[in-house]
Nanobody, 123 residues
Framework: QLVESGGQLVQSGGSLRLSCAASGRTVSAYVMGWFRQAPGKEREFVAA????????YYADSVKGRFTFSSDDAKNTVYLQMNSLKPEDTAVYYCTARSSLFSKYDLTSSYQYWGQGTQVTVSS
C-alpha cells in the first residue's frame, strides 16, 4: 500500500514536499515514481528513482524545480517541489513497480498506485 500526503493549496512560487509511505513492501526494492493528473488531462510522468542505482529521472517540465528522494530506513519517498507554478496544479500519485528496465515515464509499467494527493497552485 502506498499513501501520499502533503498536498495543499500554495501560492505561485511557493514550495511543498509530498511524502509517500509504503507498507507491505520495501521501497528500496522497487522503482518508485511520481505522476500527476490535472483535470481533463491524462496522467503524466513527473519523476522516478531507479534501483539499485538510485538515479533520479524528471520530466522536462519539472527539472530543476522538483527533487525526488528516498529514505529507505523510513520506507518513504519524497517529492520536494519548489518554484511552483499554476500549471503544476494536479492530483499527484505515488507509484511503484518491480520491473527495473522499463521506461520510467511509461504509466502502464507501474504496478502499484496510491490514492493521490491534491496540489493546487494559485496565481
Amino acid at each position: 500500500q502506498l499513501v501520499e500526503s502533503g498536498g495543499q493549496l500554495v501560492q505561485s512560487g511557493g514550495s511543498l514536499r509530498l511524502s509517500c509511505a509504503a507498507s507491505g513492501r520495501t521501497v528500496s526494492a522497487y522503482v518508485m515514481g511520481w505522476f500527476r493528473q490535472a483535470p481533463g488531462k491524462e496522467r503524466e510522468f513527473v519523476a522516478a528513482i531507479g534501483r539499485p542505482s538510485r538515479t533520479t529521472y524528471y520530466a522536462d517540465s519539472v527539472k530543476g524545480r522538483f527533487t525526488f528522494s528516498s529514505d529507505d530506513a523510513k520506507n518513504t519517498v519524497y517529492l520536494q517541489m519548489n518554484s511552483l507554478k499554476p500549471e503544476d496544479t494536479a492530483v499527484y500519485y505515488c507509484t511503484a513497480r518491480s520491473s527495473l528496465f522499463s521506461k520510467y515515464d511509461l504509466t502502464s509499467s507501474y504496478q502499484y498506485w496510491g490514492q493521490g494527493t491534491q496540489v493546487t497552485v494559485s496565481s
